[in-house]
């Protein structure tokens, strides 16, 4: 049987995982966003990329994270920041 400290453990670890998945998400909307024949489309993309994005950075907001986990989530924010255009939060401290 896992014990409490164990069980938040494995939490953090999945709501980590959670934060990348959906930073991950948001880069491929903005990349087809980017590769859009439509503005229409380009649009759609651009705000359901923001979208994960916010889900991830309100996930990230109650979470312990390492040093290590905080660049990781850095450089995914940093390339989302180059496919938008537009300069993003930061990861919280």
């Known amino acids: 049987m896992l014990d409490f ?4 453990r494995e939490h953090e670890a999945a709501k980590f995982r959670f934060v990348l998945m959906e ?8 990349q087809s966003a980017l ?7 380009a649009a759609r993309n651009v705000t359901n990329s923001k979208r994960a994005y ?4 309100k ?3 109650r979470s312990a ?7 990781l989530v850095s450089d995914r924010i ?4 180059i496919l ?4 993003l939060p930061p990861t919280p401290k």
């Open 23 to 30: 930073l991950e998400i948001a880069i491929t909307f903005a």
């Open 35 to 41: 590769n859009s024949d439509s503005e229409e489309k």
């Open 54 to 57: 916010g889900a991830a950075i």
């Open 84 to 87: 938008l255009g537009e300069k």
């Open 65 to 71: 994270i390492t040093p290590e986990m905080s660049k």
């Open 5 to 8: 400290y164990e069980l938040q």
């Open 59 to 61: 996930f990230l907001q």
């Open 78 to 81: 940093q390339r989302l920041s």
